[in-house]
């Protein structure tokens, strides 16, 4: 629910509503509570409030650089490693990420595209790689959403999907490394603007609000 967007940065998380949404007992929220907290995605206050964190977004492109560079190595070793049925496994996820796009489908089409960089990072059969790539992916995956807000970056991301899956199509190992790094590098670049902004607009209201004339 974080991760999506449904609970927003700043909400407050309670046991007992969450226990009974869920369907299950305070204490695996209460362990859940820590493991997010661990994560990165809530905040555990000293009054015991848990609340959802906000987004840090040069920290998130601080992530998608090493996160980026995980992902180049494990498409390149998954060219080398992958077998036919993860290959076709893969194509059929590329072909569910087209038509989410196409139907602009956004929630649809980030759960495709997280599916699909899993199974590209598995493909890679290097379970340390495996492992630092699950430890990174939590702070990554709401950095995600940003993207897609914006279109014409959402365009841009989809193309380079296409790209990335024909090198894996065809297993060249050397070239879907280097799309894979571009494609975390232009990520890192639309996380950046995307900070920029919320400084500009931080600006254009702080300059608005009333204050006393000098003279």
């Not at 927003?8 to 226990?19: C, D, F, N, T």
């Not at 495996?130 to 702070?139: F, K, Q, S």
């Not at 571009?182 to 950046?192: D, I, S, T």
């Not at 400084?199 to 003279?215: C, D, F, L, M, T």
Request: aromatic share 4%; proline share 2%; net charge neutral.
């Amino acid at each position: 629910m974080i991760l999506s967007g449904e609970l927003a940065p700043g909400a407050r998380l309670r046991e007992v509503s969450l226990s009974e949404q869920l369907g299950m007992s305070r204490t695996p929220i209460r362990e859940a509570f820590r493991t997010l907290a661990a994560e990165g995605l809530v905040d555990l206050l000293p009054n015991r409030s848990v609340l959802v964190s906000e987004l840090d977004k040069g920290a998130a492109a601080d992530v998608f650089v090493v996160l980026g560079t995980l992902e180049a190595l494990a498409a390149e070793l998954a060219c080398q490693n992958m077998t036919a049925d993860q290959l076709e496994h893969i194509g059929e996820l590329q072909d569910d990420l087209e038509k989410h796009f196409l139907s602009s489908n956004r929630q649809s089409y980030l759960q495709a595209n997280r599916l699909i960089h899993s199974a590209i990072v598995e493909a890679s059969n290097n379970q340390s790689l495996i492992m630092a790539w699950r430890l990174l992916l939590p702070r990554a995956e709401r950095a995600r959403q940003i993207s897609t807000r914006d279109h014409a970056r959402w365009a841009e991301a989809y193309k380079e999907h296409g790209r990335i899956f024909n090198a894996i199509a065809t297993r060249d190992a050397e070239l879907v490394k280097k799309l894979m790094a571009e494609h975390f590098a232009n990520g890192v670049r639309a996380l950046k603007q995307s900070e920029r902004e919320d400084r500009a607009q931080q600006r254009s209201k702080a300059y608005a609000s009333p204050g006393k004339a000098r003279s």
